[in-house]
């Protein structure tokens, strides 16, 4: 900020002088943004100060861009955020035609909004409608679109062009006439202003279609929608001063330093490999051999192939081999028809997977990963059957989602090359894999299957060996306890809106029926007769027994059986089960329920069990309790994760909360000592 004020006081007094500016950058990328840091460490009473530097940096940039010489921005790599505001400055933009570059303002996405004229701007080159998905939504763009959209002027090859191409274009242009869109006398907005009769009842519905999508727990779609409507009825000076207002107010909320903290600081220490053990070289095998192509293991297939990594899928036999890779020409097909995929390139992915029901077709395979049903003693079989087939230093691979890892282990002749890799359905869709280290893994293992998630293009977390490790053991919490409240006499209709309300992508009962009740109660029968064999005993607790009850009772296992918490008619739209009222809705009491209980209830339990999974090293950083959680289970995106959710409450607010549920709704709420210690252990410092 200091040196653009000196910069431009500079441009100033050298103006008779100056026949142009280039504004240009000696990175591989142009300019990636702000100081996250710096926003981290603000407290809401420094708004003012927010307001008064963001001003500061609008006057100067208003001053080049008026300064009546021609301003050319030589594109030479990505231009995000700040960045792209700094580009919008020039009255000609040229950009390198480099398919890995990309502009927009992504501020959205973390809580914020552009906060250098770049609403005001965009708004004004694109209009209302058009500049919606790139300011409301934080759409990023390449080169060529930014042509098609009128925001970048020129292309050239390489960066060794682009200054040739920024002086000529400042030759051609002396004399004043180059001027900002927005500046010229005959200029009007596309589409429109605000109180354009055809657009004026579009932007009535606007903000009841964002509510829709963002419930009420993001704040920055909402103000970057204001800015833009506001902004567009107003001169421009004005308008800026708009945009600033709303950024100084949402730059020292608690969401934005929330969505900041996970999706910038916590997702980019998990790309650079924090979890990573030793420091063997990358690796990607070429050859990787999957049991069962059933859902999982079809979608693990395709998410090989896609990556250019020879896959071999077998199965009982042949006819379901090819069925799993029947899902990739599925998946590419409907690319194909959309122009986004090649017919010769989606001939080349299907030639990369083998189906085989032969498990002599495996021999040679780096890495094998089953993929087969939540049975102990499947899991051992295919494990002794397909794991002599391994490459000399290749390792095994479980895809389980809740057998520790250990157990299974027992039928490898090589329990320190034995590992979990836990996908999440749909395998194609969902970013995040839980790798679980057993009790004898080792670190290359580890390392190897981390960087085989990366190879795929997802992000990998790494837990130790837990029943339910992570995600499966607190989107248990999430679920059961949505179950609890319909046992309690809570009608389901609340619970399942309570779930949505908070931001979870559907509410409890409805995601149970998705992946199904009869699971729950197998893995249940599962926990119990493990205990068992360890003189144990497993307390059911009151979800579980209502689930139990649902399946063995009313013989309702969900969708896949037909039917669960919510029945299926063909050709019609899902509903609850009409016998659910009947069956366990209850009078209300005299004080009734709450509905903010329900939301809190699911909220801190999913909070309390991913602390007590830190507490017991289950989860190892906070980064990937945040970021697991996010990307495995759906724990909303607005508390930046379930640690995060922790931390924006305030740990003493949420430590008397948690004691208050905990004495009203059971212990799943409760906070034991050394929890508390490790939620203080691990709060983040900036």
């Known amino acids: 900020q200091a040196d653009l004020t000196q910069t431009v006081a500079r441009l100033v007094a050298d103006k008779e002088r100056i026949r142009g500016i280039v504004l240009a950058s000696n990175k591989t990328t142009f300019f990636a943004g702000a100081d996250l840091k710096g926003v981290m460490r603000l407290q809401r009473s420094d708004a003012a100060r927010v307001y008064i530097g963001a001003e500061l940096m609008k006057k100067n940039l208003r ?80 080169p060529r679109e930014a042509l098609e959209l009128g925001v970048v002027h020129e292309l050239v090859a390489d960066a060794a062009q682009l200054r040739g191409a920024a002086l000529a274009w400042i030759a051609a242009h002396q004399g004043g006439a180059a001027v900002q869109p927005w500046d010229a006398k005959d200029y009007r907005m596309p589409g429109g202003t605000a109180s354009h009769p055809k657009l004026a009842p579009l932007l009535a519905a606007a903000p009841a279609m964002l509510r829709k999508r963002t419930r009420g727990m993001y704040p920055a779609p909402e103000a970057a929608l204001a800015c833009m409507v506001e902004g567009s009825l107003v001169d421009y000076d004005t308008a800026l001063r708009i945009e600033s207002r709303y950024l100084a107010k949402l730059i020292v909320g608690a969401n934005a330093k929330a969505m900041i903290n996970t999706f910038f600081f916590n997702l980019n220490s998990i790309k650079s490999g924090q979890s990573r053990p030793g420091s063997a070289p990358r690796y990607k095998p070429a050859r990787v051999g999957l049991l069962g192509a059933g859902m999982m293991g079809a979608g693990i ?82 494990t002794q059957e397909a794991e002599p087939m391994l490459a000399p230093g290749g390792f095994f691979a479980s895809n389980t989602s809740t057998l520790p890892i250990t157990g299974l282990a027992q039928a ?12 999440f359905s749909p395998v194609d869709k969902m970013q995040l894999v839980e790798i679980i280290r057993g009790k004898r893994t080792d670190d290359e293992t580890v390392a190897r299957a981390f ?130 009222k009947e069956l366990f809705e209850k009078p209300a009491p005299a004080k009734g329920w709450d509905i903010n209980d329900v939301k809190e209830r699911l909220l801190y339990r999913q909070s309390v069990e991913t ?64 929890v508390k210690e490790t939620i203080r252990k691990f709060e983040p410092r900036w």
Not at 318 to 331: D, F, Q, T
Not at 563 to 572: Q, W
Not at 637 to 648: D, S, V
């Open 301 to 382: 297939a395709y998410a090989q192939a896609s990556r250019g990594i020879a896959t071999l899928l077998k199965d009982v036999s042949r006819e379901r081999a090819e069925l799993g890779r029947a899902y990739s020409a599925k998946v590419t097909q409907a690319r194909v028809d959309k122009g986004r995929m090649s017919a010769p390139d989606q001939a080349a992915l299907l030639a990369r997977i083998t189906p085989t029901d032969q498990a002599s077709d495996l021999q040679g395979c780096e890495l094998i990963i089953e993929a087969v049903f939540e049975n102990r003693d499947l899991k051992a079989k295919v």
């Open 412 to 423: 490898s002749r090589k329990p320190e090359k034995f590992i979990g890799i836990h996908f």
């Open 63 to 142: 001053t080049i861009e008026t300064l009546g010489k021609p301003v050319v921005a030589c594109l030479n790599g990505s231009s995000l955020g700040g960045g792209w505001e700094v580009a919008l400055v020039a009255h000609h933009r040229i950009a390198v035609t480099d398919p890995k570059v990309q502009f927009g303002t992504p501020e959205v996405t973390l809580g914020l909004i552009p906060g250098a004229s770049g609403i005001t701007k965009m708004t004004r080159l694109l209009g209302l409608l058009a500049a919606q998905p790139y300011l409301v939504e934080g759409k990023l763009f390449g």
């Open 611 to 674: 602390a007590r999974c830190l507490s017991e090293n289950v989860l190892t950083s906070v980064a990937d309790a945040n970021v697991g959680s996010i990307f495995g289970i759906g724990f909303p995106a607005w508390t930046g994760g379930a640690m995060q959710f922790i931390y924006g409450m305030g740990i003493e607010a949420f430590e008397k909360r948690s004691a208050q549920l905990a004495a009203r709704f059971g212990d799943g709420f409760t906070l034991s000592d050394a």
């Open 451 to 580: 960087d085989y998630v990366q190879a795929l293009g997802k992000i990998p977390i790494v837990v130790n060996d837990s029943r339910g490790f992570f995600t499966s053991r607190v989107f248990g919490t999430f679920v059961m306890e949505g179950a609890a409240m319909l046992g309690e006499g809570i009608p389901a209709p609340a619970i399942e809106h309570g779930g949505m309300q908070i931001g979870m992508p559907v509410g409890p009962l409805a995601v149970m029926d998705e992946t199904s009740l009869a699971l729950s109660v197998h893995v249940l029968d599962q926990t119990r007769a493990d205990l068992k064999a360890e003189g144990k005993t497993h307390a059911a607790k009151p979800g579980e027994l209502l689930v139990e009850r649902m399946v063995k009772e009313h013989k309702r296992g969900g969708r896949a059986a037909g039917g669960g918490f919510y029945d299926y008619p063909a050709g019609g739209k899902k509903h609850l089960w009409p016998r659910l």
